[in-house]
């Protein structure tokens, strides 16, 4: 949404991009790589992590500052409003149940894919779920790399070819596991397939272990507003068979939630 210039605060933008330079990869930042991260001097950064942990949304050694449980305000204020998850909650409940295995539905935000729901089917796996998976970071909330992720590869190619483009120029693809395709020109090849399968499937790219399939979820309007997977471990299930038995319930569910979203 663009914005007159007269209405941005600027100072809660910058507060804002201290608050996010937290991340899996750095829990604890001090001035000098929360200015780093959020592009900030080294002054700006100090003020506005002391200013945070002063109402409450970090904590803090004097040194160092990490995220407290106040932010939580955020996401539980967004899974009780939005709409999105609780369209979606009851029908991934019911896959879980159909199927033991476990569903998501995310949205993407830049760079990521954001959970926005999941099955209650997370419990961890017995003696009588053998090959049952629960993938590392499948948690309500968790961001996870979209290059390297079912849902994030259906989404990107849900976009124009010109924001597709845009959004990879210059980019770099991390490797997350031996298996994930780094190459920018391989990377367009298989969004291009995605676009002409309409779902994706990928096997062990983001976390060893873990085969994902996927499917975008479409408004009224026929716009991509999220997408919905399932995971499994290939001792479970092999990726082909995974897409012709799991599959079906992914399209048929994308079909019957599209009036709802």
């Not at 949404?1 to 330079?21: N, R, T, W």
């Not at 879980?96 to 997370?122: C, K, P, W």
């Not at 390297?148 to 924001?163: H, W």
């Not at 483009?165 to 395709?181: D, H, Q």
Request: charged share 20%.
């Amino acid at each position: 949404m663009a914005i007159a210039k007269p209405d941005f605060i600027e100072s809660m933008a910058k507060g804002m991009a201290v608050l996010e330079s937290f991340d899996t990869e750095r829990q604890r930042l001090n001035a000098t790589l929360a200015a780093e991260r959020a592009g900030l001097t080294r002054a700006a950064a100090r003020r506005h992590l002391l200013t945070l942990s002063h109402l409450g949304y970090l904590e803090t050694d004097g040194s160092y500052f990490w995220l407290s449980s106040k932010v939580l305000r955020f996401s539980g204020s967004y899974l009780a409003s939005a709409r999105l998850p609780r369209v979606l909650q009851p029908t991934l409940n019911r896959l879980a149940v159909q199927t033991q295995a476990s569903f998501s539905a995310v949205v993407l935000d830049a760079d990521e894919v954001v959970i926005v729901a999941r099955s209650g089917n997370d419990r961890q796996p017995s003696s009588n779920d053998a090959g049952r998976v629960i993938a590392y970071g499948l948690h309500m909330g968790a961001r996870l790399p979209a290059h390297a992720t079912s849902t994030g590869r259906v989404l990107l190619a849900a976009k124009p070819k010109t924001v597709f483009n845009a959004w990879m120029k210059g980019r770099t693809l991390a490797r997350m596991t031996p298996l994930t395709v780094t190459d920018p020109k391989v990377f367009r090849g298989l969004i291009a397939q995605v676009r002409q399968d309409d779902f994706c499937l990928s096997s062990e790219e983001h976390e060893l272990g873990v085969h994902a399939l996927a499917v975008p979820l479409r408004n009224a309007q026929g716009a991509t507003v999220a997408a919905l997977n399932v995971v499994t471990a290939p001792s479970r299930m092999s990726a082909q068979a995974m897409q012709r038995e799991l599959l079906p319930y992914l399209m048929a569910t994308a079909h019957e939630l599209r009036p709802l979203l």
